[in-house]
């Protein structure tokens, strides 16, 4: 039931910003971790950031500390992820995802999925 609709995805140039909001559905996350993830053709999808949804505690990761901001609105029922400072790196499908059992460390960890948005990013 849990449903995770994510939006903001879009072509942008290098050192430009983009937002992309997570609409969260179908029961309660106060005990739930939210996270971003990306995915690159052929690579590996790795974890970005995440957020507590009661606590507000965030996590992420080293490529983009200082770049990108994870938050959750509340009233709204959505996490945003601010990215700054693009990077042609950055290019990816983005994922929000969630998971209500405490393993919010890693990829597998997380349960419930969007079906993403393409973030592209030209030098």
């Known amino acids: 039931q849990v449903q995770l609709v994510e939006s903001g995805g879009g072509l942008v140039q290098a050192g430009g910003s983009l937002r992309l909001s997570c609409t969260l559905s179908g029961r309660t996350f106060s005990s739930a971790a939210i996270g971003w993830f990306r995915q690159a053709p052929g690579k590996e999808r790795d974890i970005v950031a995440r957020?507590?949804?009661?606590?507000?505690?965030?996590y992420y990761a080293d490529s983009v500390k200082g770049r990108f901001t994870i938050s959750r609105d509340k009233a709204k029922n959505t996490v945003s992820l601010q990215m700054n400072s693009l990077k042609p790196e950055d290019t990816a499908v983005y994922y929000c995802?969630?998971?209500?059992?405490?393993?919010?460390?890693?990829?597998?960890?997380?349960?419930?999925w969007g079906q993403g948005t393409q973030v592209t990013v030209s030098a």
């Open positions: 995802a969630a998971t209500f059992r405490g393993t919010y460390a890693s990829v597998s960890g997380y349960d419930d």
């Open positions: 957020i507590m949804w009661g606590t507000g505690s965030t």
